[in-house]
């Protein structure tokens, strides 16, 4: 499924009664140790992967030592026991990520390495079945739901391991790998990008990009960077994560008071880059700015981790902050005061929404030939389409 236009096979079929072994302490090193020894064993090229659960109260325990936390034969309820023991005492929001380490390795000694990771926060009890390990007790970040409540086919889209082996499965694309290529070739085989061939709709093809990026790109993919500008003219520009589009526009919040928050207010004009290096694409947006609705605010505030909905109130963003133990303070100060209490929305914090009058798509090409497909909106709606130069 994560891996299309790969035929794999199983160990046991190529080097039967071979043992892989774990025996280091990075996902890394164990994964890269498995697929040599497979290498070794068959002769063939070899995936193989290593990953686990990463706590941050417990110093990024259990980590390589996930599927034997509670010891070497230990089942997974053996595993969640000594888990939730150890954070019985642990404050909320109890944070902590899944990462995986996916890797290829080639018998000439070529070696592909791929990451991906999730975060979230672990909680006591646990809830459904419909993932193994630690996936009853960790809720991604975002969701309400644990990952033992989300069905596999979901999960995949933006699990750790999802993540990594689409990251994995790109850069055998780009690599022009095949399984018994006898080196690997550096060419990369890139797409095209025609006005006949794009969406009559930006929005429409704005998701497809973003899904093949989501698909493809390590770590998040809807990062972006943000351009403002001041009434003097002073520009400045930042990266922040793209919170939700629709015919509407691209939205992302803040802390209204920060200073993309305050140029916004008094220039509400701005410009949006994506740029997505394995699949060598860009997309730059330029538009008016408005903030969204309170209700739009309040809804996404909610679905926010808590130690983020805190980090909300405790920081006075792009203000001077003579040192870090003020700001620790003040999130203790914060924690003790709402308890376990609702957070409620800060008066100042909330989204912008970025109307489009121009979106670009751009398509890296050999010899910087590359395409380059604007949209521009007219006066009644529509979109006129052209191509640029390179």
């Given at each position: 499924?994560?891996l299309?236009?790969v035929?794999l096979?199983?160990?046991d079929?190529v080097?039967p009664?071979?043992?892989?072994?774990?025996?280091?302490?990075?996902?890394r090193e164990?994964?890269?140790a498995?697929a040599r020894?497979?290498?070794?064993?068959?002769?063939?090229?070899?995936i193989?992967d290593?990953?686990?659960?990463?706590?941050?109260?417990?110093g990024?325990?259990?980590g390589?030592?996930s599927?034997?936390y509670?010891g070497?034969?230990a089942t997974d309820?053996?595993?969640?026991?000594?888990?939730?023991?150890?954070?019985r005492?642990a404050?909320?929001?109890r944070?902590?990520?899944y990462?995986?380490?996916?890797?290829?390795?080639?018998?000439?000694?070529?070696e592909?390495v791929?990451?991906?990771?999730?975060?979230?926060?672990v909680?006591?009890?646990?809830r459904?079945n419909?993932?193994?390990g630690y996936?009853?007790?960790?809720?991604p970040?975002?969701?309400?739901?644990t990952m033992?409540?989300?069905?596999?086919?979901e999960?995949?889209?933006?699990s750790h391991r999802?993540r990594?082996?689409r990251a994995l499965?790109e850069?055998?694309?780009?690599l022009?790998v095949s399984?018994?290529a006898?080196?690997l070739?550096?060419?990369?085989s890139?797409d095209?990008?025609?006005?006949?061939?794009?969406?009559?709709?930006?929005f429409?093809?704005f998701?497809?990009?973003l899904?093949r990026?989501?698909?493809?790109?390590?770590?998040?993919?809807?990062a972006?960077?943000?351009?403002?500008?001041s009434?003097?003219g002073?520009?400045s520009?930042?990266?922040?994560?793209l919170?939700g589009?629709?015919?509407?526009?691209?939205?992302?919040y803040t802390?209204y008071e920060s200073?993309?928050?305050?140029e916004?207010?008094?220039n509400p004009?701005?410009a949006?880059?994506?740029?997505?290096?394995l699949l060598q694409r860009?997309?730059?947006i330029?538009g008016?700015?408005e903030?969204v609705s309170?209700e739009e605010?309040?809804?996404y505030f909610?679905?926010?981790?808590?130690?983020?909905?805190i980090g909300?109130?405790?920081?006075?963003?792009?203000?001077?902050?003579?040192?870090r133990?003020?700001?620790?303070?003040?999130?203790?100060?914060?924690e003790?005061?709402?308890?376990?209490?609702?957070i409620?929305?800060p008066?100042?914090?909330?989204?912008?929404?970025?109307i489009?009058y121009?979106i670009?798509?751009?398509?890296g090409?050999?010899s910087?030939?590359h395409?380059?497909i604007?949209?521009t909106?007219g006066?009644?709606?529509?979109w006129?389409i052209?191509?640029?130069?390179?």
């Open positions: 499924m994560l299309n236009g035929e096979v199983g160990l079929e080097a009664g071979l043992e892989l072994k774990e025996p280091f302490a990075t996902f164990n994964a890269l498995k020894a497979a290498v070794r064993g068959s002769g063939l090229p070899a193989a290593d990953s686990g659960l990463e706590v941050d109260a417990l990024g325990a259990p390589v030592l599927a034997r509670a070497e034969g309820d053996d595993n969640n026991r000594k888990l939730v023991a150890a954070l005492d404050p909320e929001p944070t902590c990520r990462r995986c380490v996916a890797v290829l390795v080639m018998p000439d000694g070529h592909l791929a990451e991906g990771s999730c975060a979230g926060r909680v006591l009890e646990g459904g419909l993932g193994f996936d009853p007790h960790v809720i970040e975002g969701e309400t739901r033992g409540e989300i069905p596999l086919e999960k995949l889209r933006f999802g990594a082996f499965a850069e055998i694309r780009l022009d399984e018994t006898a080196h070739r550096p060419e990369r890139l095209s990008l025609d006005v006949a061939d794009a969406d009559p709709d930006p429409a093809q998701g497809k990009w899904q990026a989501m698909d493809a790109e390590p770590g998040e993919p809807n972006m960077t943000v351009a403002t500008s009434v003097e002073r520009v520009a930042r990266i922040v994560l919170r589009f629709d015919q509407k526009g691209f939205v992302f802390n200073r993309k928050g305050r916004l207010s008094e004009q701005a949006l880059v994506f740029y997505w290096g860009q997309v730059c330029g008016r700015v903030p309170r605010s309040q809804a909610n679905s926010r981790p808590r130690d983020h909905r909300a109130w405790a920081s006075q963003q792009s203000r001077i902050l003579e040192d133990s003020e700001l620790d303070a003040r999130v203790r100060e914060l003790e005061r709402f308890g376990g209490e609702e409620p929305l008066p100042y914090w909330g989204g912008f929404r970025v489009p121009t670009e798509f751009w398509q090409r050999p910087r030939l395409d380059r604007r949209y909106r006066d009644s709606g529509t006129l052209e191509r640029l130069y390179p």
